[in-house]
């Protein structure tokens, strides 16, 4: 850590320079004819510096902010000034390998990205980029339930307060370094707040402020150079311009005089509406990634940024879709704080229609005078009511500049496409005579309006919302902490928090026929070791990936139909825990879905339960102090023959908790919320730890385990190369939008079924299959393409029933019955696809049907969740 602070500013001969490259895309892509001469003229401010300014700023007066009379309009931002969308990312993206350059490919692999509200917070996402860091920006929007992990003013804004309200409050904890982006670096008031705020809570050793330009006087820079060295840090700058601002004395006065002035003529006619009324206004429902932050509110991961980048040419594709045939200027329209989400909407719809078609701006907060003059930044303003309900103080008028045509014809839009969160999407937005979409509707040929899903998240730490109940035994206030990814498993923190104790560094595999001795001989029980984690082969793997292309709409439906029936019945406060491991996927995607069609961010628990030693209660402890015991709704993914609901009633008996398991399949006919009582294969049951997040199944030891210790698990990072579990994900969430409809429809005839609630048919079928193959213990006989899968991964199979007829469903049991030298026998009038039966006298030796032993070799392994 270098203690000396070091500003290096660009085109300074008294400070360090970092050299933007000379013809850089941001600035040169689209040359700007400087619009500051009409300020320049009347109020005597001037800007002073490197040649490169005018191409990246004009000047403009504010109206109603009397601590700074200017505004520097950036060509290049997005915001004031409609421009090309490459431009726009480009201008954050270069400064962003700028940095990486700067910091070094170590450093940069720990440094987190904090961009400024509402102005930068494109720029900033876009530095993240090229940074390819995971990033935050502050924000103005306060969200019920999130506490703040830091705050800073912004002095000379209009509306100063700024919240920082990560999901994950260790995003801003680490000691890598922290980059602050902004859009111009004018006093250094502002970053100097945010540096003092966040090193108070969490020091580092360096710190590195990007902008634009860097137009600081002399005293400026010297504070923040004193700062840096009182809090012993590092402190470079990173800006592709810089410069002065020369202000008379008397500028407060002469901008008030030149606004009172230009006021008359300040808004100049928007613009005719056509012929025909006002334009026509289309809603295009973009298929948005279920789970995807709109922006970086709340935090933005690398895992995010790809996620977006796939999604984006079939977003744009349905934008495209929307636009009418012949147009040829097209500007997409965000909203305040929302840019990121709309500039990449915004380019790769350009680059889907091609040529140089396509324009993209914000909407802001800041009230700027309008003037329609070729020498001025500002041409001209559409003011409205905000429409997102604002509690933070701000004004309640918006603004969108230089989008209605002004004087000039050749300036008008033939169609404005606003992209707006769902936050946004009021009444106030559509109706009254100065709604937006009203004025844009009078100033263009068509308006198209996309609402995207507003991110919102789930405390890391959740807050508690209710009195611990009962089962918050005396003597045990202190309970354990959740486990989060990445540190443990592969989901990200957001989507899930484990209630398990990470024993990863702990030797529990044993080879399966070991296992299966002691289990049979009552020597040990199942949860107190793990099978050998070994890999499919590539056959198998392949397997895998045909039945996940060919069943992910039939899970993404069932997930719908569940999510539908749980938020109906249990109201939009229900909390998902799901049962580790099989069902933590599930969960995951019953999440997803609430989020995709509803806005909701419910939080998600992985709890482990254990056949004949029941649910952890240590977990059950932590669900009650931080929730209300009915709103917790227990996830799995399919029933057998029902163990598993049968021991879930009984451990929550009386404790308040609703024992009504949800899952996607019930051929046991164990549960009344399901998605289809069909059975037919989930592909996570086709794998092992690397289609549920790395993690092992759940293990209950003592020695390992204590009283006041949650169930334990193991992380199995080592196989990180071969994981899937987003994959599987990705894929079903991607069918959401075209099972929306049916997923709904499915939870209308869910209820209104009369034979919803269960007759435990499946345990009748068991017990029959049990007399007939002479086998005196059903926990032997695992119903269903689930549970037979399992039985082929980690038990010692002896045989397998499948009804005769079933297709491909049962082509990987096929493949995993050949391994193991088991026998698959047709039969008639079962009530499953399958059922696996476990050897019903094992000992080494008797591993197949006919008693011979059959390696495996080591190519298959077990797969996801308890026995059941």
Same mark, same amino acid.
């Given at each position: 850590?270098?203690?000396?602070?070091?500003?290096?500013?660009?085109?300074?001969?008294?400070?360090?320079?970092?050299?933007?490259?000379?013809?850089?895309?941001?600035?040169?892509?689209?040359?700007?004819?400087?619009?500051?001469?009409?300020?320049?003229?009347?109020?005597?401010?001037?800007?002073?510096?490197?040649?490169?300014?005018?191409?990246?700023?004009?000047?403009?007066?504010?109206?109603?902010?009397?601590?700074?009379?200017?505004?520097?309009?950036?060509?290049?931002?997005?915001?004031?000034?409609?421009?090309?969308?490459?431009?726009?990312?480009?201008?954050?993206?270069?400064?962003?390998?700028?940095?990486?350059?700067?910091?070094?490919?170590?450093?940069?692999?720990?440094?987190?990205?904090?961009?400024?509200?509402?102005?930068?917070?494109?720029?900033?996402?876009?530095?993240?980029?090229?940074?390819?860091?995971?990033?935050?920006?502050?924000?103005?929007?306060?969200?019920?339930?999130?506490?703040?992990?830091?705050?800073?003013?912004?002095?000379?804004?209009?509306?100063?307060?700024?919240?920082?309200?990560?999901?994950?409050?260790?995003?801003?904890?680490?000691?890598?370094?922290?980059?602050?982006?902004?859009?111009?670096?004018?006093?250094?008031?502002?970053?100097?707040?945010?540096?003092?705020?966040?090193?108070?809570?969490? =020091?580092?050793?360096?710190?590195?402020?990007?902008?634009?330009?860097?137009?600081?006087?002399?005293?400026?820079?010297?504070?923040?150079?004193?700062?840096?060295?009182?809090?012993?840090?590092?402190?470079?700058?990173?800006?592709?311009?810089?410069?002065?601002?020369?202000?008379?004395?008397?500028?407060?006065?002469?901008?008030?005089?030149?606004?009172?002035?230009?006021?008359?003529?300040?808004?100049?006619?928007?613009?005719?509406?056509?012929?025909?009324?006002?334009?026509?206004?289309?809603?295009?429902?973009?298929?948005?990634?279920?789970?995807?932050?709109?922006?970086?509110?709340?935090?933005?991961?690398?895992?995010?940024?790809?996620?977006?980048?796939?999604? *984006?040419?079939?977003?744009?594709?349905?934008?495209?879709?929307?636009?009418?045939?012949?147009?040829?200027?097209?500007?997409?329209?965000?909203?305040?704080?929302?840019?990121?989400?709309? *500039?990449?909407?915004?380019?790769?719809?350009?680059?889907?229609?091609?040529?140089?078609?396509?324009?993209?701006?914000?909407?802001?907060?800041?009230?700027?005078?309008?003037?329609?003059?070729?020498?001025?930044?500002?041409?001209?303003?559409?003011?409205?009511?905000?429409?997102?309900?604002?509690?933070?103080?701000?004004?309640?008028?918006?603004?969108?500049?230089?989008?209605?045509?002004?004087?000039?014809?050749?300036?008008?839009?033939?169609?404005?496409?606003?992209?707006?969160?769902?936050?946004?999407?009021?009444?106030?937005?559509?109706?009254?005579?100065?709604?937006?979409?009203?004025?844009?509707?009078?100033?263009?040929?068509?308006?198209?309006?996309?609402?995207?899903?507003?991110?919102?998240?789930?405390?890391?730490?959740?807050?508690?919302?209710?009195?611990?109940?009962?089962?918050?035994?005396?003597?045990?206030?202190?309970?354990?902490?959740?486990?989060?990814?990445?540190?443990?498993?592969?989901?990200?923190?957001?989507?899930?928090?484990?209630?398990?104790?990470?024993?990863?560094?702990?030797?529990?595999?044993?080879?399966?026929?070991?296992?299966?001795?002691?289990?049979?001989?009552?020597?040990?029980?199942?949860?107190?070791?793990?099978?050998?984690?070994?890999?499919?082969?590539?056959?198998?793997?392949?397997?895998?990936?045909?039945?996940?292309?060919?069943?992910?709409?039939?899970?993404?439906?069932?997930?719908?139909?569940?999510?539908?029936?749980?938020?109906?019945?249990?109201? =939009?406060?229900?909390?998902?825990?799901?049962?580790?491991?099989?069902?933590?996927?599930?969960?995951?995607?019953?999440?997803?879905?609430?989020? !995709?069609?509803?806005?909701?961010?419910?939080?998600?628990?992985?709890?482990?339960?254990?056949?004949?030693?029941?649910?952890?209660?240590?977990?059950?402890?932590?669900?009650?102090?931080?929730?209300?015991?009915?709103?917790?709704? !227990?996830?799995?993914?399919?029933?057998?023959?029902?163990?598993?609901?049968?021991? *879930?009633?009984?451990?929550?008996?009386?404790?308040?908790?609703?024992?009504?398991?949800?899952?996607?399949?019930?051929?046991?006919?164990?549960?009344?919320?399901?998605?289809?009582?069909?059975?037919?294969?989930?592909?996570?049951?086709?794998?092992?730890?690397?289609?549920?997040?790395?993690?092992?199944?759940?293990?209950?030891?003592?020695?390992?385990?204590?009283?006041?210790? !949650?169930?334990?698990?193991?992380?199995?990072?080592?196989?990180?190369?071969?994981?899937?579990?987003?994959?599987?994900?990705?894929?079903?969430?991607?069918?959401?939008?075209?099972?929306?409809?049916?997923?709904?429809?499915?939870?209308?005839?869910?209820?209104?079924?009369?034979?919803?609630?269960?007759?435990?048919?499946?345990?009748?079928?068991?017990?029959?299959?049990?007399?007939?193959?002479?086998?005196?213990?059903?926990?032997?006989?695992?119903?269903?393409?689930?549970?037979?899968?399992?039985?082929?991964?980690?038990?010692?199979?002896?045989?397998?029933?499948?009804?005769?007829?079933?297709?491909?469903?049962?082509?990987?049991?096929?493949?995993?019955?050949?391994?193991?030298?088991?026998?698959?026998?047709?039969?008639?009038?079962?009530?499953?696809?399958?059922?696996?039966?476990?050897?019903?006298?094992?000992?080494?030796?008797?591993?197949?049907?006919?008693?011979?032993?059959?390696?495996?070799?080591?190519?298959?392994?077990?797969?996801?969740?308890?026995?059941?």
């Amino acid at each position: 850590m270098t203690n000396a602070p070091v500003n290096a500013g660009h085109e300074r001969t008294d400070e360090r320079t970092i050299a933007p490259p000379k013809a850089g895309p941001a600035v040169t892509a689209t040359p700007q004819t400087w619009t500051g001469r009409w300020v320049a003229d009347r109020a005597g401010i001037a800007l002073t510096g490197s040649e490169r300014l005018p191409e990246l700023v004009g000047l403009a007066l504010r109206s109603g902010n009397p601590k700074r009379a200017h505004l520097l309009v950036s060509t290049v931002l997005g915001k004031h000034v409609p421009q090309r969308p490459s431009v726009v990312h480009s201008a954050g993206l270069e400064l962003g390998r700028r940095v990486r350059d700067l910091l070094g490919a170590e450093a940069a692999g720990r440094a987190v990205v904090l961009g400024y509200a509402e102005t930068a917070t494109g720029l900033g996402h876009s530095v993240a980029d090229g940074l390819d860091a995971p990033y935050l920006h502050s924000t103005r929007r306060p969200v019920p339930g999130l506490d703040p992990v830091g705050g800073f003013e912004e002095e000379h804004s209009h509306a100063t307060s700024h919240l920082l309200l990560p999901a994950d409050p260790g995003l801003l904890a680490g000691d890598g370094p922290l980059v602050l982006v902004d859009d111009e670096f004018s006093t250094g008031r502002t970053v100097l707040n945010t540096i003092r705020d966040l090193h108070a809570r969490h =020091p580092r050793g360096h710190y590195v402020v990007v902008a634009l330009v860097d137009l600081r006087s002399a005293a400026d820079r010297r504070r923040l150079d004193e700062a840096a060295a009182e809090l012993g840090v590092r402190l470079d700058l990173v800006a592709t311009a810089s410069g002065g601002v020369e202000l008379p004395e008397d500028v407060v006065a002469r901008a008030e005089r030149l606004i009172a002035e230009a006021a008359p003529a300040a808004a100049p006619p928007a613009g005719e509406p056509p012929a025909a009324g006002p334009a026509p206004l289309d809603r295009v429902e973009l298929d948005w990634p279920a789970g995807l932050p709109d922006g970086g509110r709340h935090g933005f991961t690398a895992r995010d940024r790809a996620r977006l980048d796939a999604a *984006l040419p079939r977003l744009a594709g349905q934008l495209a879709e929307a636009l009418p045939a012949g147009a040829r200027r097209v500007l997409v329209l965000g909203f305040e704080e929302l840019m990121y989400a709309p *500039l990449r909407l915004a380019d790769a719809l350009a680059e889907r229609l091609g040529g140089d078609r396509v324009r993209f701006s914000t909407t802001t907060r800041s009230p700027v005078l309008a003037v329609d003059d070729p020498g001025y930044a500002i041409r001209t303003r559409l003011a409205f009511p905000a429409h997102d309900d604002p509690r933070d103080g701000g004004s309640s008028e918006r603004y969108a500049y230089n989008v209605a045509p002004g004087s000039d014809p050749a300036r008008r839009f033939d169609a404005v496409v606003l992209v707006v969160d769902d936050v946004a999407d009021t009444p106030a937005l559509h109706e009254g005579e100065h709604a937006l979409l009203g004025q844009l509707r009078r100033v263009t040929d068509r308006v198209v309006l996309a609402v995207l899903p507003s991110h919102r998240p789930v405390p890391v730490v959740p807050a508690p919302l209710a009195a611990p109940s009962s089962l918050s035994a005396p003597g045990s206030s202190e309970l354990p902490a959740p486990l989060y990814g990445p540190a443990f498993s592969s989901y990200p923190a957001e989507e899930v928090a484990w209630l398990l104790k990470d024993l990863s560094g702990v030797a529990l595999e044993a080879p399966t026929e070991e296992r299966e001795e002691a289990v049979q001989n009552g020597g040990a029980h199942y949860a107190e070791s793990l099978p050998v984690e070994y890999q499919p082969s590539p056959e198998y793997q392949e397997l895998f990936h045909q039945a996940l292309r060919g069943s992910a709409g039939r899970i993404a439906l069932a997930v719908g139909t569940v999510a539908e029936t749980l938020l109906r019945e249990r109201g =939009p406060g229900l909390v998902l825990a799901s049962l580790a491991r099989a069902g933590t996927p599930v969960g995951i995607l019953v999440r997803r879905w609430l989020a !995709f069609a509803h806005g909701l961010s419910v939080p998600h628990y992985a709890v482990s339960i254990v056949r004949g030693r029941g649910i952890d209660p240590v977990a059950l402890r932590y669900l009650a102090a931080h929730h209300r015991a009915r709103d917790v709704v !227990f996830v799995d993914g399919w029933t057998g023959k029902g163990a598993i609901t049968r021991e *879930l009633a009984d451990a929550l008996a009386g404790t308040g908790f609703d024992p009504d398991l949800a899952v996607l399949a019930d051929p046991g006919r164990c549960v009344r919320t399901y998605g289809t009582r069909d059975d037919f294969l989930i592909p996570s049951a086709c794998l092992n730890s690397t289609v549920s997040g790395l993690v092992s199944r759940t293990v209950l030891r003592a020695g390992l385990i204590g009283p006041d210790d !949650f169930h334990g698990a193991k992380h199995y990072a080592e196989l990180a190369g071969n994981d899937v579990s987003a994959l599987f994900l990705d894929a079903v969430a991607a069918r959401f939008g075209e099972v929306r409809a049916a997923a709904v429809e499915g939870a209308d005839r869910l209820a209104a079924d009369p034979h919803r609630e269960p007759d435990r048919a499946g345990w009748a079928a068991v017990e029959r299959i049990s007399a007939e193959y002479g086998i005196d213990n059903v926990n032997l006989v695992k119903p269903g393409v689930g549970e037979t899968t399992r039985v082929l991964l980690r038990r010692v199979p002896w045989r397998i029933l499948a009804r005769r007829g079933a297709g491909a469903d049962l082509d990987h049991v096929r493949l995993l019955a050949a391994q193991r030298g088991v026998e698959v026998e047709e039969v008639d009038g079962l009530p499953y696809t399958c059922v696996g039966l476990i050897h019903p006298r094992y000992s080494r030796g008797a591993t197949g049907g006919d008693g011979r032993a059959v390696a495996d070799g080591g190519t298959v392994t077990e797969t996801t969740g308890r026995e059941s």
